[in-house]
């Protein structure tokens, strides 16, 4: 849980998805919030900025 994300941390990437001028270059692609959080400089309601995370972090042995 240390790397949790707030409902409202979404509600704001989701924001910053729309205002994003490429936009269209997203169309279609898979994305990570807390990847855009980062390319679009967006924090949590506590300042805390997400790690992001993929599938590999989680490969099992």
């Known amino acids: ?3 949790s994300e707030s409902p409202q941390f979404i509600g704001h990437v989701i924001a910053g998805l729309w205002r994003d001028p490429a ?3 997203k169309s279609g692609t898979v994305s990570v919030a ?3 959080a980062r390319e679009y400089g967006i924090a949590d309601v506590d ?3 997400p790690v992001p995370l993929s599938a590999g972090d989680f490969a099992r042995d």
């Open 23 to 25: 936009l269209m270059l």
């Open 34 to 36: 807390a990847a855009l």
């Open 1 to 3: 849980m240390s790397n």
């Open 47 to 49: 300042g805390y900025r």
